[in-house]
């Protein structure tokens, strides 16, 4: 993992990240998705049907398997490497997030739910807080919060067009830039 995926799982803004798309992917209301802390990082995803089966998606906490299987696709290629064996891992634990330790989920989330342009503001503001925290700009506790001003000073709109999107990223960045980190 690179520096800003470090700092994005910290965060658990890569989480939030995650409902977002799974709420496009899988077109299914924000009410039905949720987030779970899994330390072992062993059950990638997990699927509830309507009977109540829950179908997980198991394995080692590296992207060996999920690159091989873009690289194979439609195939499923034999894998050569470590294999996931559940003896050796011993237990699976399961935590529900703590939404006021980990507030960039939260505005994340609220992002999503905003729709529109909200979620490109998000993403902006926090790869700008990210980056002014590897540069020792700001500490880590005020990526939050430069992605909670960003959020609450941005009014969305429909993001139909690569142009609106990139003009709100580039407004995004700006914006902090300015009122935030020239500050400092």
Known sequence: ???????????????????????????????????????????????????????????????????????????????????????EIGKLEFLSPDYDRFPCLRLCIEAGEMGGTAPVVVNAANEVAVQAFLDEKIGFGEIAEIVAYALRNHDSVAADSVEVIEETDRFTREMISTNILSKR
Do not use: C
């Open 1 to 87: 993992m690179g520096k800003k995926i470090t700092i994005d799982s910290a965060t658990l803004m890569n989480k939030g990240f995650e409902v977002i798309e799974a709420h496009h992917l899988f077109n299914l209301p924000y009410a039905q998705l949720r987030v779970w802390i899994h330390p072992q990082s062993i059950i990638h995803s997990l699927v509830e049907f309507h009977d109540g089966a829950v179908m997980a998606q198991l394995g080692l906490p590296d992207m060996e398997l999920p690159i091989q299987y873009a690289l194979g696709y439609p195939e499923r290629l034999a894998m050569t490497g470590k294999r996931l064996s559940l003896p």
